[in-house]
C-alpha cells in the first residue's frame, strides 16, 4: 500500500512538473540560419530579404506581419526556433509574390508589441510544446 501511494504522488508530481508552462526568449543568427541546409530548400532566392535596413523600390505594404509556430516537443530550442523562423521568412516571401514584390526590408522580429530590431539577430520563443517566431517587414518592388 505504501508503495502505491509513493507510486501516486510520484505519477502526479511528474505530471504537474510537465504541464508548467515554458516560455524562454532566444535571439539566433539570420545568416547561419538561412545558410542551412533547411533553408536552401524553402527560401526563395528571387525575393530579396532585408534585415533591419530598407532598399530602394516602390512600397507595395507596409509592415506586413506574420507569426509562425512550429512542434517543439522533444526538440531542441535552437532546432525548432530554426524552423519557426523558416516558416516566417517563407510566408512572408508569399505575400510578396501575392503583391507582386521582389523584396521584402526593414524585417524585424516582434512578440506581444515589443519590437526586436537587429540586422544580424532574430526572436524566439521556445515552451514545452511550440516554438514561435513573428516577423514583420515592408514589401517593396
Keep these: 500500500m ?10 502526479v508530481a511528474a505530471l504537474a512538473l510537465g504541464s508548467c508552462a515554458r516560455n524562454e ?5 539570420v545568416q547561419e540560419t538561412l545558410a542551412s541546409a533547411q533553408a536552401k530548400k524553402v527560401v526563395d532566392p528571387n ?3 532585408f534585415w533591419g535596413t530598407d532598399a530602394p523600390g516602390t512600397l507595395l505594404l507596409k509592415d506586413a506581419t506574420t507569426n509562425r509556430t512550429t512542434n517543439a516537443f522533444a526538440k531542441a530550442d535552437v532546432n525548432s526556433c530554426q524552423w519557426a523562423f523558416l516558416s516566417a521568412v517563407v ?3 508569399k505575400k510578396a509574390k ?6 521584402v526590408t526593414n ?7 515589443s519590437n526586436f530590431k537587429s540586422a544580424t539577430q532574430y526572436e524566439c520563443h521556445a515552451g514545452n510544446l511550440i516554438s514561435r517566431v513573428s516577423l ?3 514589401i517593396k518592388k
Design 136 to 138: 514583420t517587414g515592408d
Design 25 to 29: 526568449t532566444s535571439f539566433h543568427s
Design 98 to 103: 501575392e503583391l507582386g514584390g521582389t523584396k
Design 2 to 11: 505504501k508503495v502505491l501511494k509513493t507510486l501516486s504522488v510520484l505519477a
Design 107 to 113: 524585417i524585424f522580429s516582434t512578440y506581444k508589441g
Design 91 to 93: 510566408q512572408l516571401q
Design 47 to 49: 525575393i530579396q530579404l
